[in-house]
């Protein structure tokens, strides 16, 4: 006689990080390109390479709001109130967007 396993296997809810950590940064990415390449004539006062920098701190703010995303819904799945963790994670996404953007900017066009 065979002894039979009558164990069902629980579902495994693992939450990447990377996939809202890449969509927060390409986010970023659409929202600067909009005010960088938007520029016709930049002030020679701001350097021949000033692009860099918004174009590198501003991602990286996204990418933190969206790590900040995956975290929340991990929480949720622990319990957290999935409502509550995505208006949560929203705001802090915004607000982090806002501060990369001004971050990047400074010194250049938002004086």
Known sequence: MT???N???QPNHSVSIM???LIGAAIAL?????????V???N??????WMI??????PLAGATGGAFYAFMAYQ??????????????????????WLGTVLGLAGTMWN
Do not use: E, H, M
Not at 30 to 38: D, Y
């Open 44 to 49: 020679p006062a701001w350097g021949k390479y």
């Open 3 to 5: 002894t039979q396993n």
């Open 19 to 21: 996939k809202p950590v």
């Open 76 to 97: 949720s799945s622990r319990g957290f109130n999935r409502t509550l963790a995505i208006l949560l994670s929203i705001v802090v996404y915004l607000i982090g967007l």
């Open 7 to 9: 164990l069902t296997a």
């Open 30 to 38: 659409l929202v600067i390109s909009f005010f960088v390449f938007g």
């Open 40 to 42: 016709d004539y930049p």
């Open 53 to 58: 920098k918004p174009l590198i701190i501003t």
